[in-house]
């Protein structure tokens, strides 16, 4: 991999999302909504020509550090969000539950 090739992260609050490139090129995202102090991550995509290169990871990672670093906890209704914290426990004391709650409260802010 060229210095080139080498994964960016950046956030995009207007689009409410962590996005990953690779030499420029978008290679996938990870969605998110804010509720009440709580990052809720619903939605993680890495683009199928970008697959297999550990991409998600790395930018799950920086996703959760950038939380970390802004005060807010994770809410992880994101099903690779959620697995990449069972096998990352320095998130865990800025992880909270997905509620019956949160869930509701997340299909209604998505579908606007």
């Known amino acids: 991999m060229t210095q080139a090739d080498t994964p960016v992260v950046r956030h995009v609050d207007t689009r409410h999302r962590y996005e990953i490139l690779v030499g420029?090129?978008?290679a996938?995202?990870?969605?998110?909504?804010?509720?009440?102090?709580?990052r809720v991550f619903f939605h993680?995509?890495?683009?199928?020509?970008?697959?297999?290169?550990?991409?998600?990871?790395?930018?799950?990672?920086?996703?959760?550090?950038?939380?970390r670093d802004s005060g807010k906890r994770i809410v992880p209704?994101?099903?690779y969000v959620a697995k990449f914290l069972k096998r990352h426990e320095?998130?865990?004391?800025?992880?909270?539950?997905?509620?019956?709650?949160?869930?509701?409260?997340?299909?209604?802010?998505?579908?606007?």
Not at 29 to 38: H, K, L, P, V
Not at 44 to 67: F, K, P, Q
Not at 90 to 112: G, H, K, N, S
């Open 90 to 112: 320095e998130f865990a004391d800025l992880t909270d539950p997905v509620t019956p709650e949160i869930t509701q409260w997340l299909e209604t802010v998505v579908a606007r």
């Open 24 to 26: 420029g090129a978008g």
């Open 44 to 67: 993680t995509e890495i683009d199928d020509a970008y697959a297999g290169r550990g991409l998600a990871s790395v930018l799950v990672r920086e996703a959760l550090g950038h939380v």
């Open 77 to 79: 209704v994101c099903p």
């Open 28 to 38: 996938g995202f990870t969605a998110y909504r804010d509720r009440d102090g709580q």
